[in-house]
């Protein structure tokens, strides 16, 4: 296996690590509900919380990249993001869950824009779209794996643990990407020009109808997944165990549609 192969799985494997704390949630909010006996339009906020903190906070972070070498701010956000990951698993109350997801939110947005870099760095011209499409499509294995591994933890033993076993794939990548991460990424040559020319990026229209286009997607997706669960059991009447199956058909949907998108891309189309 070429380290081509290696570093793009390890990169899919960052986003799935990623997505599995942002999916995950939507999964075991009505076990947290009970536990801090508060109501699921509350712990709704949370999620909203995360999300516009997400969006804010990563242009801001990525802004400053050019400040440091690549890796080493890649290194110290996973610190930080494994450090606000496991707080999620100890929280005890409302407010710590909401700041522990803040923390988390913060970093998660700039760790997948990096490692977006690193794919446009090592992928060969003919593949680059084929390998940004996987390291997205991360976030759909998320949903087909571990939304529904993190429910059923939740259902049988604890939400906690759901986190925890965040935190030990947090660790896992970052030590993998000690080893594989690229170190020269041609990044001194842009610093002069980076800063200056990164928000003017909006003022071009196709830039901005992009950006418009999937910020609809994702409004129009994470508006029901927040609350796919209780939807699902409480109102359709589903059992937890078809719960899992659906989130799976959800799921393999994106991947496909991830993996098209990346082929029609690669083929110039």
């Known amino acids: 296996m070429s380290k081509y ?36 339009s ?33 290194f110290g956000l996973i610190t930080i993001f494994l450090f606000g990951n496991t707080w999620t698993a100890m929280s005890s109350n409302y407010y710590s869950l909401l700041f522990s997801r803040i923390i988390t939110a913060c970093t998660a947005g700039a760790i997948i824009s ?6 446009n760095f090592i992928a060969p011209l003919n593949k680059r779209a084929s390998l940004l499409s996987w390291i997205f499509a991360g976030f759909s294995i998320a949903s087909v794996v571990g939304v529904p591994l993190g429910t059923m933890i939740s259902t049988n033993f604890s939400w906690h643990m759901s986190f925890w076993l965040i935190s030990i794939l947090t660790i896992i990548c970052l030590l993998l ?67 899992n199956w659906l989130l799976l058909g959800l799921g393999l949907a994106s991947i496909i549609g991830n993996k098209v998108g990346g082929l029609i891309a690669d083929r110039g189309a």
């Open 114 to 119: 990096i490692v977006l870099i690193f794919g």
């Open 177 to 243: 990407l000690i080893w594989l991460a690229p170190r020269n990424t041609d990044q001194a040559a842009k610093k002069s020009t980076e800063k200056n020319n990164q928000f003017l990026l909006l003022a071009d229209r196709r830039i901005l109808f992009s950006v418009i286009f999937v910020v609809m997607v994702c409004a129009s997706q994470y508006t029901y997944y927040t609350y796919i669960r209780p939807l699902i059991t409480n109102e359709m009447h589903f059992s937890y165990s078809w719960l």
């Open 42 to 74: 509350s712990l709704g906020y949370i999620v909203t919380l995360f999300a516009l903190v997400y969006a804010i906070s990563t242009p801001i972070i990525t802004s400053l990249a050019h400040h440091f070498k690549r890796h080493h701010l890649l």
């Open 5 to 40: 192969t290696i570093r793009s799985i390890l990169f899919v494997f960052v986003a799935f690590m990623l997505g599995c704390n942002e999916y995950m949630i939507v999964g075991v909010l009505p076990d947290i509900a009970r536990e801090f006996h508060a109501s699921l």
